[in-house]
């Protein structure tokens, strides 16, 4: 089945400090990737996704990259912020949308210290 | 546009008793989906709906959940007879099916606390 595998947290950086959170994935063809966001009592958010290898999903300053040949899609920001401070899952559905639904990773808990 | 609300938010229930819970989607999506997410872990995908059709209810976790959406637009999630192990935040997302986008825009849920 599909599975979504990523850092364990909780991640803790100064403020302008690089981020990245790791992030593999296990699933059949090519499924779509996403990263949410869920911020101190708010709900889940899409950050950004990539629905081919080799696409880069990027908003608010956050990147991932779809590597195919490493089945990977890793969070990565050149400077984070005090207000970046979140839980953050990554997401896949299979080929073709939403048949089963997304299937989460556990989720990344990143802390920024001013 | 109003996004995807849940209702209620909060819902304090004893074990054995029914509860009821409410999703209204973001207006033009067909896809309606629920998820439970437990403290510590991700949501976990349960049921989905187009339209007013369910297309997915093997994840349901046992057969005190079932799910509705009759008429395609809110759906109602019940869980009948209560145990303290459903106690989890019970979340709604929609989406579009068309275009490739499978985008799912989440609610904020609705935490079960089964005493």
């Known amino acids: 089945g599909n599975s979504v595998t990523q850092m364990e947290g909780p991640v803790t950086l100064s403020e302008e400090a690089f981020l990245t959170i790791n992030c593999t994935y296990t699933a059949t063809g090519y499924p779509s990737l996403f990263w949410y966001v869920q911020y101190p009592g708010e709900g889940l958010q899409l950050l950004l996704k990539a629905t081919k290898a080799d696409d880069k999903g990027s908003n608010k300053g956050f990147e991932a990259t779809y590597r195919k040949e490493t089945t990977s899609f890793h969070l990565e920001k050149g400077s984070v912020q005090v207000s970046d401070s979140a839980v953050y899952f990554c997401?896949?559905?299979?080929?073709?949308?939403?048949?089963?639904?997304?299937?989460f990773g556990k989720g990344t808990h990143l802390i920024i210290q001013p | 546009d109003t996004g995807v609300s849940q209702d209620p938010r909060h819902k304090i229930t004893k074990r054995g008793q029914n509860v009821t819970f409410r999703c209204d989607p973001i207006s033009e999506h067909n896809r309606l989906y629920w998820y439970r997410q437990t403290l510590g872990q991700g949501p976990e995908f349960l049921t989905y709906?187009?339209?007013?059709?369910?297309?997915?209810k093997s994840r349901l976790l046992s057969d005190r959940f079932s799910a509705e959406r009759p008429k395609g637009s809110f759906s109602t999630l019940e869980i009948q007879r209560t145990e303290q192990g459903d106690s989890a935040m019970y979340l709604c997302a929609s989406s579009f099916a068309g275009g490739g986008l499978w985008e799912q825009y989440f609610g904020p849920g609705t935490r079960l606390t089964v005493t």
């Open positions: 709906f187009q339209n007013e059709a369910q297309l997915e």
């Open positions: 997401a896949l559905t299979p080929v073709g949308g939403g048949a089963d639904g997304l299937t």
